[in-house]
């Protein structure tokens, strides 16, 4: 499953979503809570454009600020299930 968090609206995701074709949802987090505990605020109290991906329990199996090469991504997960 994938999934994206910013601190838009909810309507505003959905726009982008309909305009870009994305098959997945653009989470909405305006008080930053999620995204300040995944450490993707910036000392300037901007968000930190990151990427992350977990296992079913909520694991950490990769995690990258800027933007990861999806092949990067794709071995950190296929590495944990082994």
């Known amino acids: 499953m994938v999934l994206a968090i ?4 909810v309507k505003s995701h959905q726009n982008y979503c309909d305009k ?3 098959g ?11 995204i300040t505990a ?6 300037d109290g901007k968000t930190q ?9 909520g694991k950490v199996l990769f995690a990258e600020k800027g933007m990861a ?3 990067d991504v794709y ?6 299930g082994k």
């Open 20 to 22: 870009k074709g994305f």
């Open 75 to 80: 071995a950190a997960i296929k590495e944990t």
């Open 24 to 34: 997945f949802p653009i989470l909405s987090d305006p008080g930053l809570s999620v």
């Open 38 to 43: 995944l450490g993707a605020v910036k000392d």
């Open 69 to 71: 090469d999806l092949n």
């Open 6 to 9: 910013n601190k838009a609206s």
């Open 49 to 57: 454009r990151s990427v992350f991906a977990f296992d079913p329990k």
